[in-house]
């Protein structure tokens, strides 16, 4: 084998020395003869036209590529001329494109959503934030290609991150999995709404940032200047009820438990973990702190409401009812037949118990089915209207009990059961429904505009209007704007006069400039949340009445009653005496003893501010305003320390953005 490579090498060197000269240079053959070769050669110019026996064009001519026919010898086809045309050069292959996948079945979108959910939730990549929203973009393909689908990844979810012990009754076909499913299919998951949605619900995002409103041309006129004369006293008082989150519960059971580990407590199906199977605390017949308020209690506050205010033969001017007549109930327990009824049996009895005089009510969080929801107009269809059957009979009935005008009614019905009425008196009352405020869920589609729902378009209106006419205007609402900055949406910053939903007895202070100067001089309006009537959570039973002047209609004076409930078990042995309601306090004398104001003058936003004032020189005065706030209960905390300028932080705060900006969290709820 040595021996040819060493000649096969030897033949090689002679080959390239006589190339590398410019001469013919001899090659030796195996059989030992040599042939010469030329250095170089010249090919003739002529294209060898034998090569091939047909042509689309002149092989021999110079002005452009000779095109041979050429024959596939496998499929026996001609190539056309069409493939190589120089001056037609073809674009896309439509004859044979790339196949596509076959068309996933639903199942297995589902199925994939899933996997790349538990894909995204590992990535190290990713932030918890980036995850949470590209899982959302996940969920949202789903829910527009297969609808039908959303529940079962919304359960699937739940279940692998553990979200809740009990995922079929949250987020089954028949709770929140058909309304999660519509939200994301029209939410923008990936930027705002997906941001607010992560932030709110999941805790994963930072809350984005408060969107500046543009009120360019949002007014129809500018601002009067100079402000009109302020309307005189009369010195003649109208007496105002405000009731506030009944929550009758007509499912209460009397002798269960009371002081339950799971769920609405007194009720069958409630129990205490140390003991499941016999009552630890068993439920009084007229409620308890844990429990939302049974018939007995309704039945009761209603009664002596007017033997405590005086309005037996009379009645009130008017009762203002802020919201939240249906109990705690899990998603999975509620009905629109349980909203429905429970509409009817509140309603007839503020008629039947307190009095001839209107009653103006407003939706709570809890008045829909499900809790906490309402959809705008704007998704159009029948999502728009889906819960249209709940302004329907909420309007239905106001008319019915005489408490709303004709010309209010049919506005009621179409626009979320909101509307404005002009009293005889003078005074506009406009009622909002909050629900378009807050964490409904369908608040986070285009979560970044502040009104997506028209509510805010109907408040400015309506405020135009009387501002026009020269009439004062209350509002009602149930949600909250401002306090600590925890029930309201920071979009839009809302304006309510009077509200609940926080079953405590609050207050808010609104100031001018949205509040970058607050003082006596800035304050602008007040807003008062009346206390519950239900006792959940920890908290005594109570209500409010207004002094209110009946020109001016500035609130004089305001009165709170209240119920100790810890008393009611000693009830449930006789039938001689129920609840005792007591007066409570005097919001003038309770707040107003170091302060220069007149005995007539009104209890308005400067009149509160200097309320806050004394708060920070004197801690009792906090102390004072911390006992109201449960109600008297013997379960309410005390306010010391960093909870004093908390709270006064939020009375001063009719936002929830500037609760936010400005406050300390965490002491908002003496529950």
């Known amino acids: 084998m040595s021996v040819k490579i060493g000649y096969f090498l030897t033949l090689a060197i002679l080959a390239w020395s006589h190339y590398?000269?410019?001469?013919?240079?001899?090659?030796?053959?195996?059989?030992?003869?040599?042939?010469?070769?030329?250095?170089?050669?010249?090919?003739?110019?002529?294209?060898?036209?034998?090569?091939?026996?047909?042509?689309?064009?002149?092989?021999?001519?110079?002005?452009?590529?000779?095109?041979?026919?050429?024959?596939?010898?496998?499929?026996?086809?001609?190539f056309p001329f069409s493939l190589t045309d120089s001056h037609n050069i073809p674009q896309y292959d439509t004859v044979d494109p790339h196949p596509l996948p076959p068309k996933a079945s639903s199942q297995k979108?589902?199925?994939?959503?899933?996997?790349?959910?538990k894909s995204i939730a590992v990535n190290p990549m990713f932030s918890t934030c980036a995850r949470c929203q590209a899982s959302l973009e996940v969920a949202k393909f789903l829910a527009l290609a297969a609808p039908e689908q959303g529940t079962?990844?919304?359960?699937?979810?739940?279940?692998?991150?553990?979200?809740?012990?009990?995922?079929?009754?949250?987020?089954?076909?028949?709770?929140?999995?058909?309304?999660?499913?519509?939200?994301?299919?029209?939410?923008?998951?990936?930027?705002?709404?997906?941001?607010?949605?992560?932030?709110?619900?999941?805790?994963?995002?930072?809350?984005?940032?408060?969107?500046?409103?543009?009120?360019?041309?949002?007014?129809?006129?500018?601002?009067?200047?100079?402000?009109?004369?302020?309307?005189?006293?009369s010195g003649q008082l109208l007496k105002v009820l405000?009731?506030?989150?009944?929550?009758?519960?007509?499912?209460?059971?009397?002798?269960?438990?009371?002081?339950?580990?799971?769920?609405l407590c007194c009720r069958d199906n409630a129990y205490n973990s140390l003991s499941p199977q016999t009552p630890l605390v068993p439920a009084p017949r007229y409620g308890s702190f844990l429990c939302d308020s049974p018939y007995s209690l309704i039945t009761s506050v209603l009664e002596a409401i007017p033997q405590l205010t005086g309005t037996e033969s009379t009645g009130f001017d008017f009762t203002m009812f802020t919201g939240d007549m249906l109990a705690h109930d899990p998603d999975n327990q509620q009905s629109r037949?349980?909203?429905?009824?429970?509409?009817?049996?509140?309603?007839?009895?503020?008629k039947r118990m307190l009095g001839p005089g209107p009653t103006y009510a407003t939706l709570g969080n809890h008045d829909t089915c499900l809790p906490d929801l309402a959809s705008p107009l704007s998704l159009g269809g029948a999502l728009g209207q889906q819960f249209s059957w709940l302004y329907d009979h909420v309007t239905a009935l106001w008319e019915q009990e005489g408490w709303l005008p004709e010309a209010s009614v049919e506005f009621s019905r179409a626009h979320y059961a909101a509307y404005m009425v002009k009293r005889a008196d003078g005074l506009r009352v406009i009622s909002l429904d909050t629900n378009l405020c807050t964490s409904n869920y369908f608040n986070y589609i285009n979560s970044s505009e502040p009104d997506v729902s028209g509510i805010l378009r109907f408040l400015t209106d309506e405020l135009q209007d009387a501002e026009d006419a020269g009439d004062r205007v209350w509002i009602i609402g149930h949600v909250v704007s401002g306090w600590d900055g925890s029930n309201s949406l920071p979009n839009p910053t809302n304006l309510y006069i009077f509200w609940g939903h926080t079953h405590e007895d609050q207050l808010s202070i609104f100031y001018a400039n949205n509040g970058t100067n607050m003082s006596a001089e800035t304050a602008q309006?007040?807003?008062w949340t009346g206390p519950s009537v239900t006792p959940l959570t920890k908290l005594n039973s109570g209500f409010r009445v207004y002094e209110v002047d009946s020109a001016t209609f500035e609130v004089i004076e305001a009165y709170t009653w209240k119920s100790y409930v810890n008393d009611y078990p000693a009830l449930d042995s006789q039938t001689q005496f129920g609840p005792t309601f007591e007066f409570e306090y005097s919001t003038r004398e309770a707040y107003g003893g170091n302060i220069i104001w007149g005995a007539t003058d009104p209890l308005n936003a400067t009149w509160w501010h200097l309320v806050t004032e004394q708060m920070e020189v004197d801690p009792t005065l906090m102390q004072a305003f911390n006992s109201y706030q449960g109600k008297g209960s013997i379960l309410t905390p005390p306010c010391t320390g960093e909870c004093i300028p908390a709270r006064i932080c939020y009375i001063r705060s009719g936002s929830t953005s500037i609760a936010k900006q400005n406050c300390v969290s965490g002491y908002g709820s003496v529950q």
């Not at 410019?22 to 053959?29: C, D, K, R, V």
């Not at 506030?244 to 519960?249: C, E, N």
């Open 242 to 263: 405000h009731l506030s989150d009944l929550h009758i519960d007509p499912r209460y059971a009397n002798g269960a438990e009371a002081n339950c580990t799971s769920g």
């Open 20 to 78: 590398s000269q410019g001469s013919e240079f001899a090659l030796a053959a195996t059989d030992s003869t040599t042939s010469t070769v030329p250095s170089s050669y010249a090919v003739p110019g002529a294209f060898p036209t034998s090569l091939y026996s047909h042509y689309y064009n002149n092989p021999t001519a110079t002005s452009a590529q000779p095109q041979p026919v050429i024959s596939d010898p496998v499929t026996h086809e001609i």
């Open 152 to 233: 079962n990844l919304a359960l699937t979810l739940c279940e692998y991150f553990n979200y809740s012990s009990s995922c079929e009754k949250s987020y089954g076909p028949l709770v929140m999995g058909p309304i999660l499913t519509q939200v994301v299919s029209f939410s923008d998951v990936g930027g705002y709404d997906g941001q607010s949605i992560c932030s709110e619900f999941l805790g994963l995002c930072p809350a984005p940032t408060t969107t500046t409103l543009n009120l360019t041309g949002w007014f129809a006129k500018p601002k009067p200047n100079p402000l009109p004369p302020p309307k005189q006293p």
């Open 525 to 527: 309006a007040v807003s």
């Open 337 to 350: 037949a349980l909203n429905e009824y429970s509409e009817v049996v509140l309603y007839d009895l503020f």
């Open 109 to 117: 979108l589902l199925q994939q959503a899933v996997v790349q959910i």
